[in-house]
């Protein structure tokens, strides 16, 4: 835990952390910071995978942080899943958080983990064809929230 301290301590704040985790990913059609046109969701990831428990943890603990920011009644979800680097039928969910509003956090039961991960699944298909979704244009706006 103290390796994982020291990783986050390197960042100024979440926004900071954040952005090195999407430069991770080297390529900016497999990367998203955006909020959806009804500015009702906000997706922040990439579909690089890491093997390290440093930087999952260091992940999750920059996505928990998100829930500080929701209202009662909102909700979100952070997702560890390997879409890009597993065989087809061997990709899993690794962790899923749920996230409400403020402030609450949990790890997520391995049986909605499927249902946390499907509703990437068209997201991730766009993103991995190259194709910008209309609904999260443009794909990075990290730096004007």
Not at 91 to 113: C, H, N, Q, W, Y
Request: proline share 3%; charged share 25%.
């Amino acid at each position: 835990m103290a390796d994982c301290q020291a990783l986050l301590a390197r960042f100024p704040d979440n926004r900071a952390a954040l952005q090195a985790f999407l430069a991770s990913a080297q390529a900016e059609n497999i990367q998203i910071a955006a909020h959806d046109r009804t500015g009702r969701h906000f997706v922040a990831g990439s579909l690089a995978y890491s093997e390290s428990l440093y930087d999952l943890i260091a992940f999750l603990a920059v996505a928990r942080g998100a829930a500080d920011f929701l209202k009662p009644g909102d909700r979100g979800v952070a997702l560890i899943h390997d879409y890009l680097w597993a065989e087809e039928g061997e990709r899993e969910t690794v962790a899923a958080i749920a996230l409400a509003g403020p402030g609450k956090s949990g790890f997520m039961s391995s049986t909605d983990l499927d249902i946390a991960t499907e509703s990437f699944e068209a997201l991730v298909e766009a993103m991995l064809e190259g194709k910008d979704d209309p609904d999260f244009h443009p794909r990075n706006q990290l730096d004007r929230l």
